[in-house]
């Protein structure tokens, strides 16, 4: 993972003041570690109660194996917190995954994606690049609160520079 993906992650949950909070229910969505660590658990690990991975494929950090690319194995209303990076452009349908993901957080819950807004090619599928209304036309079609929502063009260092993170806090309102 891109060194700007771990900062913008630390900033968009500074901005909903979650490392005031503990023993958190978090999910990852598409956290899975490919020859090095895709998640942000060491970010959380102070608050977490449960730190869940979901993956459409098997890995090592894996917790929950989706059984489909819209289907998140757990309860309705489960999480606190969702976070995804580097994941939605790689999505087909990038609405009905960010649905799946309001099904199973929590009211008044967060969730915090990253995706990139520019760069090249960097995967068998790669379907998107989020630009500056993205995020708020799908949060506002699954019926998200939109928090706060910003592309980083600051990244100095050369493996965050090409992607631009487009970074979206929503919350499930209550």
Request: with cysteine.
């Amino acid at each position: 993972m891109h060194p700007s993906s771990i900062k913008n992650m630390k900033i968009a949950a500074e901005k909903i003041d979650i490392f005031s909070q503990f023993n958190l229910r978090i999910l990852d969505v598409g956290g899975r570690d490919l020859n090095q660590d895709r998640s942000y658990k060491t970010l959380f690990e102070s608050i977490v109660n449960l730190y869940h991975i979901a993956d459409i494929s098997p890995g090592e950090m894996v917790t929950h194996l989706m059984p489909g690319l819209y289907s998140i194995p757990s309860a309705d209303n489960y999480y606190d917190l969702i976070v995804s990076g580097q994941t939605i452009e790689h999505v087909k349908n990038p609405f009905r995954l960010v649905a799946e993901m309001k099904r199973v957080l929590k009211p008044n819950g967060f969730i915090i994606l990253i995706a990139p807004s520019t760069g090249p090619r960097h995967d068998v599928i790669d379907c998107w690049r989020i630009m500056d209304d993205g995020f708020k036309a799908i949060a506002e079609d699954v019926g998200l609160e939109v928090i706060d929502d910003w592309i980083d063009k600051t990244a100095t260092d050369k493996k965050s520079i090409p992607w631009s993170d487009h970074v979206f806090i929503g919350r499930k309102n209550g």
